[in-house]
């Protein structure tokens, strides 16, 4: 009773039922970087990460002007999130 419906389907050619076979199709997809993650870390020279501490916005004036100075400074990312910022963002070095 399948015997009919499986000729059928062994006749069809190969790039009938899996599509032009194409080198740009043969070859591994792209490495894409996450754009909002490229956006706020900067790789350094020493294989970290860095950003800018949030909360510079508004709602300073409540700070003494040593909190707010601190806010100015550079965060390095910890282990856990370069490996992550690593895989994120594969261009950077």
């Not at 419906?5 to 080198?23: H, K, N, Y």
């Not at 993650?37 to 294989?47: E, I, P, T, Y």
């Not at 501490?53 to 004036?61: A, E, K, M, P, V």
């Amino acid at each position: 009773m399948f015997a009919g419906l499986f000729g059928a389907v062994q006749s069809i050619s190969r790039p009938a039922l899996f599509g032009p076979q194409t080198s740009a199709v043969r070859t591994m997809a792209k490495l894409k970087t996450h754009k909002a993650s490229a956006k706020r870390w900067k790789a350094v020279a020493n294989g970290l990460f860095q950003r800018q501490q949030q909360g510079l916005r508004h709602f300073n004036r409540r700070l003494t002007p040593g909190a707010r100075r601190a806010k100015h400074v550079p965060m390095l990312c910890t282990p856990a999130q370069r490996w992550h910022l690593q895989r994120l963002m594969p261009n950077a070095k």
